[in-house]
């Protein structure tokens, strides 16, 4: 069963936990939006459902409320960052802004951020580019869940990208997804349902392609995009591998099985070769290419072409990355924020650890 | 059948032709080398076998021998050039080689390319910039064969991707793949042995899955990685269209459908927005982000750590993204180039055109 509750009350709900934690005013609210554009765009995995997590991190240790995030290291168009054990949702948008501010003068930004936490999700902080009329980018590694191809081994995270794209008239392309076949939050429905995986998702402790949803859980392994070696799994393997060493080994974060678990009762893999996990950020300025004005005007032309591309039978048309979501959250910010009553039970034992109400 | 030709024979004949074409002596060395940078990597549809399509497109007018390669745009951090129509496989390392100089002086470089035609292999450009102890990406839009999810339409290339990663005492991590399922190169061979293409490679003309590998050839297409919405098919369409802006629509180039194409026979695309094809590059040098030496410890681990994961069982190891291309090269440096015998016939009647001998 799930029940309606409106935005703004759980935006303030959010923000109070994160502020009883003792973050900033400015921290608590940056985070607590960080963390809901998740629940209005539909990705209800990687939003207020996780809120409970985060405390948890907090009480063991692992996320500090008040962080010293500092530039570590940089260059005209380059920075890394050390997130100082923050709140990744607080972490990612100081170093998209910083890419942004880099870009408006050297043309792009691109900033490599060490000893941060998950940060939601990477659409947030890449569409903060949308504004200033740049191309916004957002990578960062989670702790291992994915196999290589060939391997039974849990080396990679879902490790997703996001890329934001401005446009004229309409709205633009955003782009963000795990460079695995389905993400985590996906197969967990299924589980809840006791339902079957269809083929390509998950593997099973010793490497075999299985649809029990449930293999997971028992030594099995998300399979990266393609699901299999004839199908191009490999790719999905780069992708992951990408994500992780622009994330993590550019910055000096923990990569591959080193990167700390979210579940604050799983214990630190041992001999972690960085600090927390790793984020990688960019922002390229439409004008660093050519004109805004003749940018617009081609993207226009290229949105219109494709949702206007013939659709299948059964389909009435084409989608341009991003459509879903905007859906979503225009529905979302009218109709309120689904919750199923196992999250309204975690958030109200989360609210009750603070004496907070929802 | 095929027969065995050593590399530098190849190189020379191949040089000879471009500069029969009126290419001047530094771009045929240059074009020569990129080009069968393919065969040496096992890449064997896009080397010499591509030879006398490029000198058709020469013949169509629609390559220029002596092409006027201009910066028209730029930034501290960025560019964008007018390829002049010239070989692909020229314009690109010049466009290489200004991000590798931009990254030199801004930390990174970006460079987007109109005006262009195919390039070759996304492998050889991206590498130029390991000797710099950068990182190398190079991308490209390529005409229409593949449908977006849901759609019965081609709209997109096989849009490659190449991402060269620098390491320390182990060979470079080097990911190059298209963001298809499969590439059309490898549907090619099927369509030559008359055998069945797995399931989610390619669809027919009313969208529908099938293994028939001719479906493509009678109005079907190809399909973007995950091969359909259930395996993440949305993630393949979302890459080949962030490579497809960031080629074109960053630079002025054509895009989508629009996209002419290879072989010189097919009429170009009506109403086309840009300039000939367009390509993507950027360069990271390492110690904008941090030493190059701590740099070099950390892939060393993380190669180590993902080549000795645990492999399943018929599988003695986990690849590296770049190892089989490396084995490929040292072989073939040493045994020379396998070519079928009509690859051979193909060079013979491009060779007497002008009158030069294999």
């Known amino acids: 069963m799930e029940k ?13 936990i994160f502020t009883a934690m003792g973050c900033p005013e400015g921290d608590a609210v940056k985070a ?56 990744g949702l607080v972490v990612a948008p100081f170093a998209m802004d910083l890419a942004i501010k880099k870009a408006a003068q050297a043309g792009t930004g691109w900033v490599s951020v060490q000893n941060s936490n998950h940060f939601g999700i990477a659409a947030y902080h890449a569409m903060m580019a949308l504004p200033h009329d740049m191309i916004g980018i957002a990578m960062t590694n989670a702790s291992a869940l ?34 695995t076949t389905a993400a985590n939050g996906k197969l967990e429905i299924l589980q809840r349902k006791n339902l079957e995986a269809p083929v390509g998702w998950i593997q099973d402790a010793e490497g075999q392609s299985v649809t029990d949803a449930h293999a997971l859980k028992q030594g099995g392994a998300l399979l990266p995009l393609g699901g299999d070696r004839e199908h191009g799994s490999h790719k999905g393997y780069a992708l992951g591998s990408i994500v992780d060493i622009f994330s993590a ?5 923990n990569y591959g099985p080193w990167v700390p678990p979210f579940p604050a009762y799983v214990p630190m893999p041992e001999n972690q070769p960085g600090k927390g996990i790793g984020h990688f950020f960019g922002a390229m300025r439409i004008d660093a290419f050519r004109t805004a004005e003749a940018f617009r005007k081609d993207m226009d032309q290229w949105i219109e072409r494709f949702r206007n591309a013939k ?25 309120g924020i689904p919750l199923l009553d196992s999250v309204m039970e975690d958030l109200q034992n989360t609210g009750r650890k603070f004496a907070i109400n929802l």
């Open 249 to 253: 080994v550019l910055s000096g974060a």
């Open 32 to 87: 607590a939006e960080a963390l809901l554009s998740a629940d209005l765009r539909g990705i209800d995995s990687h939003g207020v459902a996780r809120l409970s997590g985060y405390v948890r991190l907090w009480e063991a240790g692992r996320i500090i409320a008040k962080p010293d995030i500092r530039v570590i290291h940089e260059s005209p168009s380059t920075a890394v960052v050390d997130g100082g054990s923050g709140l």
């Open 146 to 179: 994915v196999a290589p191809t060939w391997s039974r081994e849990r080396m990679l995270g879902t490790n997703p990208i996001c890329v934001a794209i401005p446009a004229g008239k309409y709205p633009p392309f955003v782009a963000d997804f795990a460079t």
């Open 311 to 335: 659709p299948v039978q059964g389909q009435d048309r084409v989608l341009i990355p991003g459509d879903p979501e905007r859906e979503f959250e225009s529905l979302r910010r009218k109709e």
């Open 4 to 16: 309606n509750i409106p935005y703004d009350r759980l935006a303030r709900f959010t923000e109070a």
